[in-house]
């Protein structure tokens, strides 16, 4: 898998947490602006995890376009996956978590509650990740979670907030053709 880096979605990026950050009187650094960012995408994330009724974790939309697509578990266990990969990438670490063939997370995971603090430990592995990136590093080339190829560390840093997403988008859609509304959508 060939990466590209995006070097204007990572400037908007960093900028868009600016006003977050403005209350805080210590001068923002770019860890803690991709740590809030990595905090926001996480308490949607966990908290639509959190609301999928457990009999539910197992739905995928099976009609035209949806056939073969990941259950709603998957979608949450390849979330934290991915997560997992992208952060000990940056970290240069040797990735904590295990997978299946299609990047699904351990094949050990069969409850809810499995799933959930996968993602979960995910996220906190993610942290510390963001807490080491800093003005000096983050240019700094890793070996990418992806192949054999190196990147930029801030790109592996960010593939765990904007990958979250995407697949946090799949799961709104399961979860409200389950009459699930996601919490970040009921305020």
């Known amino acids: 898998m060939e990466i590209h880096v995006n070097f204007r979605f990572l400037a908007l990026s960093a900028l868009a947490a600016l006003p977050v950050l403005a209350a805080d009187p210590a001068p923002p650094t770019m860890g803690k602006i991709f ?27 099976k009609d035209g376009a949806f056939k073969d697509v990941r259950t709603f578990s998957q979608q949450v266990s390849h979330i934290a996956y991915v ?22 997370g351990p094949t050990t995971l069969k409850t809810k509650a499995d799933v959930v603090k996968y993602l979960k430990d995910s996220f906190a592995y993610a942290h510390k990740a963001t807490a080491m990136l800093s003005a000096a590093n983050s240019m700094d080339m890793v070996q990418s979670a992806f192949g054999k190829n190196k990147t930029p560390r801030i790109y592996m840093v960010n593939v765990a907030i904007w990958h979250s997403f995407d ?8 979860a409200r053709m389950n009459n699930v509304v996601p919490p970040a959508s009921r305020q």
Request: proline fraction near 5%; glycine fraction near 4%.
């Open 35 to 61: 740590d809030q960012q990595l905090t926001s995408v996480e308490r949607e994330v966990v908290s639509l995890a959190e609301a999928m009724p457990a009999e539910k974790y197992a739905f995928a939309p």
């Open 83 to 104: 997560t997992y990969a992208v952060s000990s990438a940056a970290l240069g670490e040797k990735n904590p978590s295990s997978t299946d063939a299609k990047e699904n």
């Open 167 to 174: 697949h946090y988008g799949q799961m709104a859609v399961y």
